[in-house]
């Protein structure tokens, strides 16, 4: 079975350009999340989707971060303008719908997208 | 308040010496889901172990052990004969039953294992 698959894994880009980042989760999944990790600390959620719904994107920085999953499969998470403090990991996980959490389903993370902004 | 402790920052140990990663939480909730990750170089989060609130048996897994603790709330994970290859950023997180299953996770340790 094919893991989430991120692209690209490295880009660097001159701060106010826009940048995007691809996220293909693995077939089945319901529910897909963008993380932001910074240096040295955990990944914090960004937003969540189930199928193509933005169900959580509390924590998305709206002014600059849009995101979207056309047709409930792949997403895209686009930043416009960047900024110096947008230099990061961005990861992309997926798992079967959270109400089948208790059936022991469990998340999926891709290797992420390594993001410099300079 | 939702939150994930992780007090070491780095742990550096000879191969074959036995180690323990700390984790401490805070929660509000009675049912509550507690998890370790492990980070290596390649950047991908690895999914060790998943462990529900109402579970607190201890579960080991050929060289990992982890020790659930309700009462201090702490979920500590312990490798047994570390070797080189464990050498990563370990993470554990916690997702509680409410808050739309937001995964919280601590700010992780890194582990050397040096030869």
């Known amino acids: 079975e094919a893991g989430v698959v991120q692209s690209p894994r490295y880009k660097i880009i001159e701060k106010k350009q826009p940048v995007a980042f691809w996220c293909n989760p693995i077939s089945g999944h319901n529910t897909l999340y963008w993380y932001r990790q910074n240096l040295g600390q955990g990944p914090e959620l960004l937003i969540r989707y189930e199928n193509e719904e933005a169900v959580d994107d509390s924590q998305l920085p709206k002014d600059r971060f849009s995101a979207e999953r056309l047709k409930g499969v792949d997403s895209t998470l686009k930043i416009q303008p960047a900024e110096l403090g947008d230099s990061a990991v961005y990861l992309c996980?997926?798992?079967?719908?959270?109400?089948?959490?208790?059936?022991?389903?469990?998340?999926?993370f891709g290797q992420g997208t390594r993001l410099t902004v300079v | 308040a939702q939150k994930v402790t992780q007090a070491q920052t780095e742990i550096s140990v000879v191969e074959k010496e036995d180690v323990t990663l700390d984790c401490v939480y805070e929660?509000?909730?009675?049912?509550?889901?507690l998890f370790w990750y492990k980070q290596p170089p390649s950047g991908e989060l690895v999914f060790l172990i998943r462990r529900n609130s109402f579970d607190e048996q201890n579960e080991i897994s050929g060289r990992y052990s982890w020790n659930f603790q309700k009462s201090t709330s702490s979920f500590n994970f312990t490798i047994t004969a570390s070797q080189v290859v464990d050498s990563a950023v370990y993470f554990c997180a916690l997702r509680p039953n409410t808050g739309g299953f937001k995964t919280i996770f601590g700010a992780g340790t890194r582990l050397f294992v040096k030869a």
């Open positions: 996980t997926s798992s079967h719908s959270p109400r089948a959490f208790l059936m022991n389903t469990e998340a999926f």
């Open positions: 929660t509000r909730d009675t049912t509550y889901y």
